[in-house]
């Protein structure tokens, strides 16, 4: 159990330290938590600083990983007027994830209810708050909505894997060492049948 709560703990307290310091995530954070995580020393945590990756930054791993994945990237920018190509489903899923519903990232349960509420088993997504709303000239959530639909499970399951590896390193060996292997037993030798006379050895 100790080898997989203190890595977990460890990237708990070093993510969220990180997005209350930017002030992304004040209200996820108790307001008597934050002086402690603002005080927290990251030159101490260099082994999760360098694993755990950026909020803006995830997405990119994941299509890394999961090529096939939907980009749905093809909706025009307000500012520019062109698609905004990193304006991406698995960009506005992980803001959505942390920052709409404040659901911690490192556990395989959470995302699964952020893949319930696109299936529309869950809570149910407001337009108002969806990521890309502001950036975009229009709401991506139907499609994006549409698009994690059309996934099968093993899609979903993938993707789920996927990201919780990113937020967990840990969890891709499931924080558990590796279990020793079972001594095989030793033959136990067969027994020996008297043979006749021998009664008579004994006397």
């Known amino acids: 159990m100790k080898r997989l709560f203190y890595p977990v703990a460890l990237a708990s307290v070093t993510f969220l330290a990180a997005l209350s310091l930017s002030g ?9 938590m934050l002086p402690r995580l603002q005080a927290v020393d990251f030159n101490l945590m260099p082994a999760a600083q360098a694993q755990i990756p950026s909020v803006g930054d995830a997405w990119k791993q994941v299509y890394q990983k999961l090529p096939d994945f939907p980009k749905e990237n093809q909706y025009l920018s307000k500012e520019t007027g062109q698609p905004s190509l990193n304006n991406t489903l698995a960009s506005r899923m992980i803001r959505y994830h942390i920052y709409v519903k404040g659901r911690p990232p490192f556990f395989r349960l959470d995302w699964k209810l952020t893949l319930a509420d696109y299936l529309g088993v869950n809570e149910f997504i407001e337009d108002a708050s969806y990521p890309g ?15 994690v639909q059309k996934l099968n499970r093993a899609q979903r399951d993938a993707l789920v894997q996927v990201l919780v590896e990113l937020f967990n390193p840990g969890a891709a060996t499931g924080g558990k060492a590796p279990a020793s292997p079972k001594p095989t037993p030793s033959p136990s030798p067969a027994p020996v049948n008297p043979g006749r006379g021998s009664a008579d050895l004994l006397k």
């Not at 992304?24 to 008597?32: D, G, H, Q, T, V």
């Not at 709303?133 to 698009?147: I, K």
């Open 24 to 32: 992304s995530l004040n209200f996820f954070i108790p307001s008597w």
């Open 133 to 147: 709303r502001d950036a975009l000239q229009s709401n991506p959530v139907d499609g994006d909505r549409a698009a």
